[in-house]
Nanobody, 117 residues
């Protein structure tokens, strides 16, 4: 099983980034997908969720209206489009896959996003 995040980097406040999480080794279409983030000294925080079909998404208030999660079931990849970034978005971003029946759960290794001028 592999989950490989990419697309992180340094961006100025107000800028945008698109994260990708390429997966393999499990039945992608049977897994709900999430993005989480963890800033230094803080607990890991839920950022976005998408169901197996892509029809249902949800976000915490901290990113709602700025972040968009999507999935391409043909490419076994989940994305996170992040707009209007600010310093509080600085964190390591992780993708997570959880089977629709609840187990197992897989995590990626994370990609760093730094928002700074």
């Amino acid at each position: 099983v592999k989950l490989v995040e990419s697309g992180g980097g340094l961006v100025q406040p107000g800028g945008s980034l698109r994260l990708s999480c390429a997966t393999s080794g499990f039945p992608f279409t049977s897994y709900h997908l999430r993005w989480y983030r963890q800033a230094p000294g803080k607990e890991r925080e839920f950022v976005a969720n998408i169901d197996t079909t892509g029809d249902y998404t949800n976000y915490p208030d901290s990113v709602k209206g700025r972040f968009t999660i999507s999935r391409d079931n043909a490419k076994n990849t989940v994305y996170l489009q992040m707009n209007s970034l600010n310093a509080e978005d600085t964190a390591v971003y992780y993708c997570r896959a959880r089977a629709m029946w609840g187990y197992p759960t897989y995590w990626g290794q994370g990609t760093q996003v730094t928002v700074s001028s």
